[in-house]
Nanobody, 123 residues
Framework: QVQLVESGGGLVQAGDSLRLSCTAS????????MGWFRQAPGKEREFVAA????????DYADSVKGRFTISRDNAKNTVYLQMNSLKPEDTAVYYC????????????????WGQGTQVTVSS
């Protein structure tokens, strides 16, 4: 079992930056591929970014390409989501997810999920 804890959310203005962190509870968390998803009020949870075990494969949703960067530090059991040039439409609860295999944007294939962290971008 892997427990995931997100942090770094908050209230910012449009154009600002935030860095989200997702820390896994087990040392073996470095053996998991990771993803970030988000869910806005009244909408389905959507894919944001994903990173493979080694970091050699990374995918982004079109809506965040060029603004968001996913990375991982396996020594710290942590994956990051650097979010720049934030827009009001980025407002959502952001969730990290983990699985032993790379799942990319396929939400239903991830085995483990965090509780989420709120990101609010004001205009």
């Amino acid at each position: 079992q892997v427990q995931l804890v997100e942090s770094g959310g908050g209230l910012v203005q449009a154009g600002d930056s935030l860095r989200l962190s997702c820390t896994a509870s087990r040392r073996t968390a470095s053996n998991y591929a990771m993803g970030w998803f988000r869910q806005a009020p009244g909408k389905e949870r959507e894919f944001v970014a994903a990173i493979s075990l080694s970091g050699g494969r990374i995918d982004y949703a079109d809506s965040v390409k060029g603004r968001f960067t996913i990375s991982r530090d396996n020594a710290k059991n942590t994956v990051y989501l650097q979010m720049n040039s934030l827009k009001p439409e980025d407002t959502a609860v952001y969730y990290c997810a983990a699985d032993r295999n790379y799942r990319g944007a396929i939400r239903r294939e991830y085995a483990y999920w965090g509780q989420g962290t709120q990101v609010t971008v004001s205009s």
